[in-house]
T-cell receptor, first 115, second 114 residues
Framework: GAGVSQSPRYKVAKRGQDVALRCDPI?????LFWYQQALGQGPEFLTY????????KSGLPSDRFFAERPEGSVSTLKIQRTQQEDSAVYLC?????????????FGPGTRLTVT | GENVEQHPSTLSVQEGDSAVIKCTYS??????FPWYKQELGKRPQLIID?????GEKKDQRIAVTLNKTAKHFSLHITETQPEDSAVYFC?????????????FGKGTRLHILP
């Protein structure tokens, strides 16, 4: 079956632009996570949704970052007024059960480059 | 805050030898410890996981051990093969709470030498 998909795969933004990154989780998966992965680093937790509820957003680095999952399926990570330090791969992962203690299925990521 | 330390950052082993990667965690409430493998340019994929109610788990050439008292866990790969070359990430999380985040280590780049 289809895995987690993300779009766009690559995004180049000028500093100050707003961007929106999309995640399509595996159908029926309850949990959805967003991570930021800088080059040569591990994924850093950004936020977690259980269905449409955003239960944890403690990893969002600033109020320029906003995520939503209004119908408990597709999620969008929005970054306003992008800065160079926002350049990274943004990974989305989903899991069939609630919580972070089960296998997460990762998408291919969106590589964001802010120039 | 919660932290997961992973060592070494780079590891080179001869093909056929064993590789060991070690992680420590800070949150004593953590009870789920997965290991992910990420090949260059690809997405992380789960290779093995362990829960806090067991001390060891094995799957063919891969094994993970957990010491809850010392708050450390390790990945062991035996009879390494070229396809084992990748970046490996350990992680820790706690279940049963609304804030079920998972904290990843910084990764170990494993090189299998021919």
């Amino acid at each position: 079956g289809a895995g987690v998909s993300q779009s766009p795969r690559y995004k180049v933004a000028k500093r100050g632009q707003d961007v929106a990154l999309r995640c399509d989780p595996i159908s029926g998966h309850v949990s959805l996570f967003w991570y930021q992965q800088a080059l040569g680093q591990g994924p850093e937790f950004l936020t977690y949704f259980q269905n449409e509820a955003q239960l944890d957003k403690s990893g969002l680095p600033s109020d320029r970052f906003f995520a939503e999952r209004p119908e408990g399926s597709v999620s969008t990570l929005k970054i306003q007024r992008t800065q160079q330090e926002d350049s990274a791969v943004y990974l989305c992962a989903s899991s069939p059960l609630a919580g972070g203690s089960f296998e997460q299925y990762f998408g291919p990521g969106t590589r964001l480059t802010v120039t | 805050g919660e932290n997961v330390e992973q060592h070494p950052s780079t590891l080179s082993v001869q093909e056929g030898d064993s590789a060991v990667i070690k992680c420590t965690y800070s949150d004593s409430a953590s009870n789920y410890f997965p290991w992910y493998k990420q090949e260059l340019g690809k997405r992380p994929q789960l290779i093995i996981d362990i829960r806090s109610n067991v001390g060891e788990k094995k799957d063919q050439r891969i094994a993970v051990t957990l010491n809850k008292t010392a708050k450390h866990f390790s990945l062991h790969i035996t009879e390494t093969q070229p396809e084992d070359s990748a970046v490996y990430f350990c992680a820790a999380s706690r279940s049963g709470n609304r804030d079920d985040k998972i904290i990843f280590g910084k990764g170990t780049r494993l090189h299998i030498l021919p």
